[in-house]
């Protein structure tokens, strides 16, 4: 199976991805919850101002959320662990955007080179048409070039393949013709 927006990355059936909206759950009753999927997207909503008839009902329905209510409960209740778990929350997030900074940074780079790169060529051809092709293959360059640039960054960090092949858009088979992988 190949992506309809860029046929290189090829896809498959090993993993299932669904995107579930908490403020579009609208259910506001436990005894209203008909699956186990319900009764998760309700203590997600609802985390913070659930009551003990509520959880002990949710954990009849659910058993899996019985562990889920104990590991809440110990966080919620530990200072040390609940700041722990927001210092690592916000180091991920500050790391996702200071890598993304560095992707956009990067591409933009790569433009403007490619940009300066295209118009030099275009004027030592001397014809509007040159300058034309030149700029448009210097964009497209340093758009690649950035991106690999990015690719090798967001290695050296760790990164999986899927993520960066995600992120940056290029191909497995890109990153294999430029040595990255």
């Known amino acids: 199976m190949r992506e309809e927006a860029n046929p290189d990355v090829t896809l498959t059936d090993d993993i299932e991805v669904h995107f579930l909206e908490l403020p579009k759950f609208v259910k506001s009753d436990v005894k209203d919850l008909k699956s186990d999927l319900e009764s998760w997207l309700y203590v997600l909503k609802h985390t913070s101002d659930l009551k003990e008839e509520e959880m002990s009902i949710l954990v009849d329905k659910t058993p899996d959320l019985s562990k889920a209510f104990t590991i809440l409960e110990q966080y919620s209740s530990d200072p040390k662990k609940r700041k722990e778990i927001e210092e690592k929350l916000k180091t991920d997030r500050d790391y996702a955007y200071d890598l993304a900074a560095r992707f956009e940074a990067g591409e933009r780079q790569g433009i403007e080179k490619g940009i300066e790169k295209g118009?030099?060529?275009?004027?030592?051809?001397?014809?509007?048409?040159?300058?034309?092709?030149?700029?448009?293959?210097?964009?497209?360059?340093?758009?690649?070039?950035?991106?690999?640039?990015s690719a090798r960054k967001m290695f050296a960090e760790d990164l999986s393949l899927e993520v960066i092949l995600r992120i940056t858009g290029l191909s497995e088979k890109d990153l294999k013709d430029h040595g990255i992988i």
Not at 119 to 142: P, S, T, V
């Open 119 to 149: 118009i030099e060529k275009g004027i030592e051809k001397g014809i509007e048409k040159g300058i034309e092709k030149g700029i448009e293959k210097g964009i497209e360059k340093g758009i690649e070039k950035g991106k690999l640039e």
